[in-house]
């Protein structure tokens, strides 16, 4: 898979307060998928975005692809302390099975 | 059903020791995973299969023997382990891919192994 960069690695927010992580990279992405892990879990799927300026939502969080296909973001509106982990975003390079994950974005909320 | 199961929850063997991990799921899924997680690391993949045939090792070591038994039946055998082996073991299933589109992962909740 091609290397994706996320950043930042570490965001401590207030409850209520905004929060965003971002996945870029340096070539063209086939398509992006959304995990989140809580601590002591498992990554669990939450999306993927496959065509370019694609937007999706689910509830309070907002998925972004880029129109060049080489870049995504996660905002989430009002934190809650059940957001609370680390989200990842993950490439798939064009494999059909191979998933390679940034580093993640460890996100607490202080309530 | 959407879960994957994993067995055991946590292990603790000696270097010296033969253990196996295993996973199952019974969502129909034709490709079945295994990664490896480290402390504040993403997952790591080490073997793909599809259809139960091995299509990705992604060079891990011989000490690590994967087998698909069966479309809902992962293991992993492990032997003579070395104490950096010690991580999380993911297993995870997807649909088989199909041509244009990709498949979300469902994870396993892994097993955490400590090689002593």
């Known amino acids: 898979g091609q290397q994706v960069m996320q950043i930042p690695q570490y965001q401590h927010v207030q409850e209520g307060e905004d929060f965003t992580t971002y996945c870029n990279s340096s070539?063209?992405?086939?398509?992006i998928q959304w995990y989140k892990q809580r601590p002591g879990g498992h990554p669990v799927f939450l999306i993927q975005?496959?065509?370019?300026?694609e937007v999706k939502k689910q509830k309070r969080l907002t998925f972004q692809f880029g129109e060049a296909k080489k870049n995504s973001s996660l905002h989430i509106t009002a934190t809650q302390t059940t957001d609370v982990g680390t989200y990842f975003c993950a490439d798939s390079g064009g494999s059909n099975y191979k998933l390679t994950f940034g580093k993640g974005t460890l996100l607490t909320v202080n309530p | 059903d959407t879960e994957v199961t994993q067995t055991p929850k946590h292990l603790v063997m000696g270097m010296t020791n033969k253990k196996s991990l295993k996973c199952e799921q019974h969502?129909?899924?034709?490709?079945m995973y295994w990664y490896k997680q480290k402390a504040k690391k993403p997952p790591e993949l080490m073997f793909v299969y599809s259809y139960e045939k091995l299509s990705i090792n992604e060079s891990v070591p011989s000490r690590f023997s994967p087998e698909c038994p069966n479309s809902s039946l992962l293991n992993l055998h492990l032997h003579a382990l070395q104490p950096e082996d010690s991580a999380l073991y993911l297993c995870a299933s997807s649909k088989a891919p199909t041509s244009g589109g990709y498949n979300e992962q469902f994870f396993g909740p892994g097993t955490r192994l400590t090689v002593l």
């Open positions: 969502m129909g899924h034709r490709a």
């Open positions: 975005l496959v065509k370019s300026g």
């Open positions: 070539t063209t992405l086939s398509n």
